[in-house]
């Protein structure tokens, strides 16, 4: 096969080397790509939302399957725009129709989903501008933290978790006002669930479903989860709660009637569904009365594409061939298709710019990744800066605020750890920050 995935992340470096692997693929382009995606595939200077150029590439090269990575294509139609094209309408697309990106597209939307289907989710509320006293009003039947998402696409950076009364009030205004632009226009504000997360991933053709590795990703910039929300520090999989009663628990409750909500609903669905998960904390009255504690899966939100950094652990524990398992997608034959998973665990830990995830340079020299043993680099901010003087070849060099993610297997946890960790210390850039309390929760 022929692919094309698009993107330009960590992410996608890790789903290229994880394609690059199969004996399926006879070629692998991605556009646009980054500095490691090239060491995998061939990187073609399109942009992914740009389905004209994509048209054209396709047709030139002969692709047999179009692979999405980030939302941003998907929410803006690219499945529905090769459906009802003539010339491209025989090129699978692994992800959802634009009906379906609406899953991660529109917070409400996904809010109403998980409601209509009886999918555990927190106690919410939407409004807009022209309901801001109603929503301060709800905003006074919740007990803190008190939980603001923008309705629409930001970047991971949409949710704010607020501590006061009045520091949620001030929050909801100014998301309403146009903090994150037209995608707070309108706000969701829901109950705080108390718990640890996870993220489960799921591929499905529209009517069986596969469950790929689990993991657990960190968000905050400061260690022990404190600081901004990042697009993602690191992650860990497996994760030690997701049991396998707890998984049929999620699958049962969560992904079964996702999957069936879906259909039901009349909308196409072909590729990953992200499973933003807690292990949420319940109090109830146990035998003779006593109040008691239980811990049960709910639903913080859906996304319409794999996670990120999650994928650069999920992807090294995926052991069956994802070629094969995007094939049974697009043809309606996952269910036939085999799904194992690597034993050992894997760990991810993001090197970011200095000043990230608020302003930061780019374009500083990066070393020591020659130095690097024991671990599996995965590109997300990086590119090639033309040769310096009195040099012959180009220099890598940062290019975004998560430069790379640094993954290692393990025979647990703390293993696969140390390795990312003594080799995140051997790569050298200007104002590099990583997290060094990744998986110290678990």
Same mark, same amino acid.
């Given at each position: 096969?022929?692919? =094309? %995935? %698009?993107?330009?992340?960590?992410?996608?470096?890790?789903?290229?080397?994880?394609?690059?692997?199969?004996?399926? $693929?006879?070629?692998?382009?991605?556009?646009?790509?980054?500095?490691?995606?090239?060491?995998?595939?061939?990187n073609?200077?399109?942009?992914?939302?740009?389905?004209?150029?994509?048209?054209?590439f $396709?047709?030139?090269?002969?692709?047999?399957?179009?692979?999405?990575?980030?939302?941003?294509?998907?929410?803006?139609g690219?499945?529905?725009?090769?459906?009802?094209?003539?010339?491209?309408?025989?090129? &699978?697309?692994?992800?959802?129709?634009?009906?379906?990106?609406?899953?991660?597209?529109? /917070?409400?939307?996904?809010?109403?989903?998980?409601?209509?289907?009886?999918?555990?989710?927190?106690r919410?509320?939407?409004?807009?501008?022209?309901?801001?006293?109603?929503?301060?009003?709800?905003?006074?039947?919740?007990? &803190?933290?008190?939980?603001?998402?923008?309705?629409?696409?930001c970047?991971?950076?949409?949710?704010?978790?607020?501590?006061?009364?009045?520091?949620?009030?001030?929050?909801?205004?100014?998301?309403?006002?146009?903090?994150?632009? #037209?995608? !707070?226009?309108?706000v969701?504000?829901?109950?705080?669930?108390?718990?640890?997360?996870?993220?489960?991933?799921? =591929?499905?053709?529209g009517?069986?479903?596969?469950?790929?590795?689990?993991? /657990?990703?960190?968000?905050?910039?400061? +260690?022990?989860?404190?600081?901004?929300?990042?697009?993602?520090?690191?992650?860990?999989?497996?994760?030690?709660?997701?049991? #396998?009663?707890?998984?049929?628990?999620?699958?049962?409750?969560?992904?079964?009637?996702?999957?069936?909500? %879906?259909?039901?609903?009349?909308?196409?669905?072909?590729?990953?569904?992200?499973?933003?998960?807690?292990?949420?904390?319940?109090?109830?009255?146990?035998?003779?009365?006593?109040?008691?504690?239980?811990?049960? &899966?709910?639903?913080?939100?859906?996304?319409v594409?794999?996670?990120d950094?999650?994928?650069?652990?999920?992807? =090294?524990?995926?052991?069956?061939?994802?070629?094969?398992?995007?094939?049974?997608?697009?043809?309606?034959?996952?269910?036939?298709? #085999?799904?194992?998973?690597? +034993?050992?665990?894997?760990?991810?830990?993001? =090197?970011?710019?200095?000043?990230? &995830?608020g302003?930061?340079?780019?374009?500083?020299?990066?070393?020591?990744?020659?130095?690097?043993?024991?671990?599996? %680099?995965?590109?997300?901010?990086?590119?090639f800066?033309?040769? !310096?003087?009195?040099?012959?070849?180009?220099?890598?060099?940062?290019?975004?605020?998560?430069?790379l993610?640094?993954?290692?297997?393990?025979?647990?946890?703390? +293993?696969?750890?140390? #390795?990312?960790?003594?080799?995140? /210390?051997l790569?050298?850039?200007?104002?590099?920050?990583?997290?060094?309390?990744?998986?110290?929760?678990?």
């Open positions: 096969m022929r692919i =094309l %995935l %698009l993107g330009s992340g960590g992410r996608e470096h890790a789903l290229a080397w994880k394609i690059a692997q199969s004996p399926k $693929c006879e070629k692998l382009y991605i556009a646009p790509g980054n500095a490691g995606t090239k060491e995998v595939g061939e073609i200077n399109i942009k992914v939302n740009d389905f004209d150029d994509i048209k054209d $396709c047709l030139e090269k002969g692709v047999t399957m179009v692979v999405v990575g980030p939302e941003d294509p998907l929410v803006n690219i499945y529905d725009f090769f459906k009802d094209d003539a010339q491209l309408k025989d090129i &699978p697309v692994i992800g959802p129709s634009k009906k379906g990106a609406v899953l991660e597209g529109s /917070k409400d939307f996904a809010k109403g989903f998980m409601q209509r289907h009886g999918i555990p989710t927190a919410y509320q939407t409004f807009d501008g022209e309901h801001l006293q109603e929503g301060l009003d709800f905003l006074e039947t919740l007990e &803190p933290p008190y939980v603001l998402k923008a309705d629409g696409l970047a991971g950076k949409g949710v704010l978790i607020l501590p006061t009364l009045e520091e949620a009030k001030k929050e909801f205004k100014e998301m309403l006002g146009g903090m994150f632009g #037209k995608a !707070s226009s309108r969701v504000i829901e109950e705080f669930l108390d718990g640890i997360e996870c993220s489960v991933f799921v =591929l499905t053709d009517n069986s479903y596969k469950i790929l590795p689990e993991a /657990k990703d960190y968000k905050r910039i400061g +260690e022990g989860d404190t600081g901004l929300n990042t697009g993602g520090m690191g992650s860990v999989s497996p994760v030690p709660f997701a049991t #396998k009663d707890w998984m049929k628990k999620v699958e049962e409750r969560i992904i079964r009637p996702t999957v069936e909500g %879906l259909k039901e609903e009349g909308i196409d669905y072909k590729g990953f569904i992200f499973f933003g998960l807690i292990n949420a904390r319940n109090k109830g009255q146990g035998a003779g009365g006593k109040e008691q504690e239980t811990r049960e &899966p709910k639903v913080i939100e859906y996304n594409r794999m996670g950094p999650e994928t650069e652990t999920v992807m =090294l524990r995926l052991k069956s061939d994802l070629v094969d398992l995007f094939e049974g997608v697009a043809t309606g034959t996952l269910a036939e298709r #085999k799904v194992e998973f690597d +034993e050992r665990a894997a760990v991810c830990v993001m =090197l970011v710019s200095g000043g990230y &995830p302003s930061y340079e780019k374009g500083f020299h990066i070393t020591g990744i020659e130095d690097v043993w024991g671990s599996t %680099l995965f590109h997300a901010g990086t590119a800066a033309p040769p !310096s003087e009195g040099t012959e070849e180009a220099q890598l060099v940062t290019n975004g605020g998560r430069v993610a640094v993954s290692s297997y393990g025979k647990d946890k703390e +293993e696969a750890l140390e #390795k990312s960790f003594a080799n995140a /210390k790569i050298k850039f200007q104002g590099k920050n990583f997290r060094r309390d990744i998986g110290a929760d678990l």
